[in-house]
């Protein structure tokens, strides 16, 4: 198992658990290098980078945006190395949670159509930030309030394209959130291309495309990636030039997927991302090489 983690949440985002705390259970399994990548937002970065110096842990800052492809795709692009503080991310970043009240609002109505009301309302209860309300705080409260038995039923039946509970919603374009990511100094990830509902040419076009706008990377071992899958994506970045990264995609336990802290190695064939990061890392001061 790897030690390095560079794909995770909190609670500044869609997260079950505080920055300080995620990280602490990253460091309880011997992670070497973390990055914490909530969605569309970086408040929680300075906790996570302070909690992990502290604890002996390299520290990348991360971000991971929300970005409409192709028309009708959502795809998510991790930014690795970014400076938090940089304008051209802070305002893109904010373009996009402007929009996510309103979404989640429409979603609470929906579901009221269908007989499940007041989801909304459950939802905002749960979200520690209310302007980054998700998918996932709905399936909390859908579960908790005995609706559904699980997170990952409650997107099967409700959350997805098609079912009563989703409504599509324009994020941010390629181009732009890779640009974003470039402003800041960062490096520009596709986060867990396995998960998306698309075949080899469309995941093919997708990587063109992310390549053309300057993007530098795939993330090749997920949490929601099979052994198969892994070995695809090896096989992608190599063809195309692109790093590689891996990520647990941790949001709470209990929620599936891999635990925080520790990953999958990469294939052989791949160029690790940290590689070329290693002048955005935070090195903690017990592994500073002298």
Known sequence: MASIDLHFHSTASDGGLPPAEVIRRAAAREASLLALTDHDCTAGLAEARATALAAGVDFLDGVEV????????TVHILGLGIDPDNAALCAGL?????????????????LAKIGIPGVFDGAMRLAANPEMIGRTHFARYLVQSGEVKDVKSVFRKYLT???PGYVAHEWATLEDAVGWIRAA?????IAHPGRYDMGRTLIERLVTDFKAAGGEALEVVSGSHSLDDMLRFALVAQKHGLYASAGSDFHAPGEGGRDVGSTTDLPPICQPIWQALAPRIHRAAANVEE
């Open 161 to 163: 394209t098609g079912k």
């Open 94 to 110: 904010q373009s996009i949670r402007d929009g996510r009240v309103e979404r989640a609002r429409q979603m609470g109505e929906s």
């Open 66 to 73: 929300s970005v409409t492809w192709n028309a009708r795709h």
């Open 185 to 189: 100094g960062g490096m520009a990830v």
